[in-house]
């Protein structure tokens, strides 16, 4: 089975910390996406990364940035938190076509 | 822009029905679409992926159809259970079978009643 890890389910940062999200998988999936869920607005796209190093602007980059120096790991990154990046995060990873697999989340709290 | 939309936003069912979960999309050009589970506070888990050429998946109680030139595709649940109850969504690959034109529902909240 297809494993997303999401380094932590809670965090409660300050107005103005940077923040970082890491998610790993352990498929060799070259594909991993970073969403963002918020009640209302379903889920939304924020960077996908396609190959190590490679990275594209999902629907909403503002704010955030990412990093993926590893195949398997995928960072997004709050280069100052504000509290509207309060929010449900999402890291999945898949290959072509396949399906497409979830992490836990991490519900961060920004205050 | 494709747009999918997931009626109604909320069921409620007694234990034991057999229950039919819908999902509309705009545009019939897509690669495939997979419906996921999600419980409270947690990630999605994947359930079935239907590829466009395919008019259903089925997996143990669930079946997944597809009608892509309706744009309509239904996961049907039996024999319901307690723990069943979850939030469901859809969501449409585009044609060009990119994960980056993904298009999610925005859910169908299911309780099964003891």
Redesign the interface.
Known sequence: DVKVTQSSRYLVKRTGEKVFLECVQDMDHENMFWYRQDPGLGLRLIYFSYDVKMKEKGDIPEGYSVSREKKERFSLILESASTNQTSMYLCASSVFGSPLHFGNGTRLTVT | KQEVTQIPAALSVPEGENLVLNCSFTDSAI??L?W?RQDP??????LL?I?SSQREQTSGRLNASLDKSSGRSTLYIAASQPGDSATY?C?V?GAS????Q?T????TQLTVLP
């Open positions: 690669y495939n997979q996921f506070g947690k990630g999605l888990t994947s992926l590829q969504l969501a690959r079978g990119s994960a980056r993904l999610f529902g925005s859910g």
